[in-house]
């Protein structure tokens, strides 16, 4: 059974600072990744997608890695602001094979708090 | 702008009432995802549908939950009697699964409250 983990629990930064948000799988039969945004009462966006060939995706200040076969992926926002205050959640999509081909099982998430 | 659409955003109702939620799914996707989030347990997946059919319920009380898709534009997740340890935000998402794997859109949540 794939378990997701996500370290830190919580993180409060000042702006301005640089940071990484972790994500670690133990079940590296993964088809893709995606790092969500959850803004507080607010559904997920999707911020980033890494298929599993993948070792990076980056969108503006945001930049994901991927190392598969150590089952672990990093989010590293650049600059960060007091908009960029969320919880973050990592989501892998399970490989071909069977029924859960497609699956998405989520981490607990990271809540960020950047203050002014 | 393709989104998924939850129907109502917020439910109150009495313990042993039927809830009903509605799904539309981004028109074109094959996958359609119920879960459930609270603060002790997090997201979890209730059920998963491929082109309509129910890939994965073994998330779902079998005995109070059921979950459907009558047609491609709708997904109907029922909870017949609620309790109040079913308070939670409830979740669709949609997807296309396949030869090109597409990352999953979220609704905004339904916010269930079983008094």
């Known amino acids: 059974k794939q378990e997701v983990t996500q370290i830190p629990a919580a993180l409060s930064v000042p702006e301005g600072e640089n940071l990484v948000l972790n994500c670690s799988f133990t079940?590296?039969?993964?088809?893709?990744l995606q790092w969500f945004r959850q803004d507080p009462g607010k559904g997920l966006t999707s911020l980033l997608l890494i298929q599993s060939s993948q070792r990076e995706q980056t969108s503006g200040r945001l930049n994901a890695s991927l190392d598969k076969s150590s089952g672990r992926s990093t989010l590293y926002i650049a600059a960060s602001q007091p908009g960029d205050s969320a919880t973050y959640l990592c989501a892998v999509r399970r490989d071909a094979g069977g029924t859960s081909y497609g699956k998405l099982t989520f981490g607990q998430g990271t809540i960020l708090t950047v203050h002014p | 702008d393709a989104r998924v659409t939850q129907t109502p955003r917020h439910k109150v109702t009495e313990m042993g009432q039927e809830v009903t939620m509605r799904c539309q799914p981004i028109l074109g996707h094959n996958t359609v995802f119920w879960y459930r989030q609270t603060m002790m347990q997090g997201l979890e997946l209730l059920a998963y549908f491929r082109n309509r059919a129910p890939l994965d319920d073994s998330g779902m009380p079998k005995d109070r939950f059921s979950a459907e898709m009558p047609d491609a534009t709708l997904a109907t997740l029922k909870i017949q009697p609620s309790e109040p340890r079913d308070s939670a935000v409830y979740f669709c998402?949609?997807?296309?699964?396949?030869?090109?794997?597409?990352?999953?859109?979220f609704g905004q949540g339904t916010r269930l409250t079983v008094v």
């Open positions: 998402a949609s997807g296309l699964v396949g030869v090109a794997n597409t990352e999953a859109f």
């Open positions: 079940d590296s039969a993964i088809y893709n």
